[in-house]
């Protein structure tokens, strides 16, 4: 079965310098989530998606934008990276709204 | 608001002993979901578990086996015979029901570091 797929699998920025990850949801998923896992820590939510509408926001900085498109991929724009950004970004997605079961592999993004 | 609590950072044991991993939730809703996740050192998040709060029957799955106890807010996992390939961080986490126009993000616990030794 289609999972979901996140491209890139691992990027190394330069502080100050800007990342777009992106999300592919599993096919007739019209929802996807966004989470933000630093070393060491659980995995903390920052924005989802219903429908190409923002639904929910949670501690995702200003620097952060996100978006969905028509076809339903999301995709998470980080600018002025700082070292703190540095964590695995792991994807989601659901049918309605519905709560995630399946992550997409991660990207790990490294700031140095 | 709702709360994952998994109070063990770590657990060790050795190889074929059984170990539960415990699980404490705190929510205001009488419709939610729980969940566990296993991530191994490679790092991705693998979905072991989903069950709904008006599902409390324990379910078992190979040597892994859930006890869902709403009285008590708890749900445990147990990994029976264990194996070195079992040690990973393993995540709870809850979703509540939806509300508006909300969807139905996860909440994690901060996790339990399962280390089995040969």
């Known amino acids: 079965a289609a999972g979901v797929i996140q491209s890139p699998r691992h990027l190394i920025k330069e502080k100050r310098e800007t990342a777009t990850l992106k999300c592919y949801p599993i096919?007739?998923?019209?929802?996807v989530y966004w989470y933000q896992q630093g070393p060491g820590q659980d995995p903390q939510f920052l924005i989802s998606?219903?429908?190409?509408?923002?639904?929910d926001k949670g501690s995702i900085p200003d620097r952060f934008s996100a978006q969905q498109f028509s076809d339903y991929h999301s995709e998470l724009n980080m600018s002025s990276l700082e070292l703190g950004d540095s964590a695995l970004y792991f994807c989601?997605?659901?049918?309605?709204?519905?709560?995630?079961?399946?992550f997409g592999p991660g990207t790990r993004l490294t700031v140095l | 608001a709702q709360k994952v609590t998994q109070a063990q950072t770590e657990i060790s044991v050795v190889e074929k002993e059984d170990v539960t991993l415990d699980c404490v939730y705190e929510t205001r809703d009488t419709t939610y979901y729980l969940f566990w996740y296993k991530q191994p050192p490679s790092g991705e998040l693998v979905f072991l578990i989903r069950?709904?709060?008006?599902?409390?029957q324990n379910e078992i799955s190979g040597r892994y086996s859930w006890n869902f106890q709403k009285s008590t807010s708890s749900f445990n996992f147990t990994i029976t015979a264990s194996q070195v390939v079992d040690s990973a961080v393993y995540f709870c986490a809850l979703s509540e029901a939806l509300r508006g126009g909300a969807t139905n993000k996860l909440i994690f616990g901060t996790g339990t570091l399962l280390a089995v030794q040969p």
């Open positions: 096919p007739r998923h019209d929802t």
């Open positions: 998606f219903y429908e190409k509408m923002q639904s």
């Open positions: 989601a997605s659901s049918e309605d709204r519905g709560p995630p079961s399946s």
């Open positions: 069950r709904n709060s008006f599902d409390e």
